[in-house]
């Protein structure tokens, strides 16, 4: 199992329409073959004095997938490249982190 957070920096002012792209997704990649967990997240404010600010412009995707090779397809998969075109205005820049546990 390997988990991903993968933040995707936003051009000032677009968080809501990459948002609304996003969540139309969300239904297909959850049916796809590996996919345990996939869901966007934004920052929120607390008083917690380690939490770094909070980024207005950045999406946060949270994901859980059985295997790298699960992952490897999702990033193919037809929908993802639909939706990489929909979205490529809107991005300013993506970064992955991924992960497992040990």
């Avoid at 990649?29 to 412009?57: F, H, M, W």
């Amino acid at each position: 199992m390997i988990y991903v957070i993968a933040s995707v920096k936003l051009k000032q002012g677009r968080r809501d329409d990459f948002l609304d792209e996003f969540r139309k997704i969300v239904p297909l990649v959850r049916e796809e073959k590996g996919c345990l967990e996939y869901g966007p997240t934004v920052d929120v404010e607390t008083n917690i004095s380690a939490q770094a600010d909070v980024r207005e412009n950045v999406v946060t995707v949270v994901e859980k997938w059985e295997s790298i090779e699960a992952l490897e397809d999702h990033l193919i998969a037809p929908h993802m490249m639909e939706y990489r075109g929909k979205v490529k205005d809107m991005v300013a820049g993506t970064q992955l982190q991924i992960l497992e546990p040990v």
